[in-house]
């Protein structure tokens, strides 16, 4: 069997509400195999005389990055293929392992960080042979201190009152300050000026090689019927230090009127919002408004490089007892009018909230909606307040069997499970490499207690 060099691969970030840290829970005691590719354990280890039989299944590509983009490198990855051959491997320096003959579907672990910094991630039945996730974990090293940016704003405000957004946005930062401004007296001669500051701060270790900040400003008047807008590059990032941008005055922009309307005829008796924002080409994001209720009416500005975001959302009042949350929402971008509707959280079967589950018996069963959909699973074990797997899927539910021949056995005691699922995207889609991000997408979550028992 020849090694194969993993190519390079575009990496989606997929961002969640998340409990933080977790357990190491992948079997140990196994000797460490070389980097790069796996070879197939002892027990499944071919004899001298090749047997005859089929071709050998394909070689599959995993590559793995932290949320900073970060190559994840040496960390254990066990694989277990569709005839249940078992093999493992650390990645090498890109974050990648090259695995030969392997069945689809398979399934696959990554162990957690060191230190229990971030939970083991399960895999199940990917069908690709090509794959590139983020895992849940961030750089241990701090980030470097934050950058402040002053500006001088010449506003033209309009009306005696205006609201201003001053953000900035990097690849490794941002910054945000709002603050409201007066429109010009009777008496001045002169167009007031507001000096302003923003910290932007760094979220990574280390910054992109040649990292620059852009600033941007929005005004707009209090009846929100007309804006302004300017964007700067700010020059290149500079953790540590104040930037004086000296004055910058915005121009005013073209606007339009947008409807947000949410249907959530499946959620009774449950509180439903509206919200917008602009998002723009660099993930930067503005919140224009947000209000409680199924319509939400309202004019924005029309900018080069930022589109108008809807989203709604709903969740169901707590009313105590071990079934915690449940919540929808769903997001549209780059449209005037947008009309969404709110599903319902995936019915988990088993554990019902409250209820015990046996570590040995069928594990956990969820229905399934309509359509495809992509499931994040999170068990957290209550005695340590952590996360101790999370698994992703486009299955039915988590079956333990599956989990113990990755190395996964969920510790005896009280749980929570958290689960997020997206609708009409499956998990081949996810870890596409290839997949751009859906600026349209459908979530539901649920939360509740259960307890593992023998």
Known sequence: MSNRCCPACLFLA????????????????????PRTT??????????NRAPEGPAPAPSVALAFRDQAGQAVVGRAVVIVDGRGARRRALTDEEGGVVVDDVASPYDVVVEGAPNGRSAPTVLLGLPRDHVAWRLDEH???????GERIRVALRSGCPTSRCDVWVTTSSASGTGETRLEVSGPAPSDEVTPVDVTEVAHVFTRAALERGERVRLRVLVASADRSSFRYASVDAGAASPGDVLDLGTIEPLSVATADATVTASADDLPGWSVGTGASLAFDDGAVTELAHAPGAVLRLRHPVLPDGALCARAWAERPYEGGPDLHAGAQSRACALADVSMVLAAPLDIVAPRPGDGLSARGLGLRWTQPEGASFVDARIVHEAVGRVVVRVLTSGAGIPLDRLDRLGIRLPLG????????????????????????????MRTSRRLRFVVTP
Request: glycine share 4%; proline share 14%.
């Open 38 to 47: 796996a070879s197939p354990e002892p027990s499944k280890a071919k004899t």
């Open 139 to 145: 750089d241990v090293a701090p980030p470097p201190p």
């Open 14 to 33: 997929i961002v969640l509400s998340a409990c933080a840290g977790g357990e190491r829970a992948v079997a140990t005691g196994e000797p460490p195999l």
């Open 414 to 441: 009280a749980a929570v499970l958290d689960v997020a699922s997206v609708l009409d995207v499956d998990l081949e889609a996810v870890v596409d490499p290839e997949r751009r991000e859906d600026r349209r997408a």
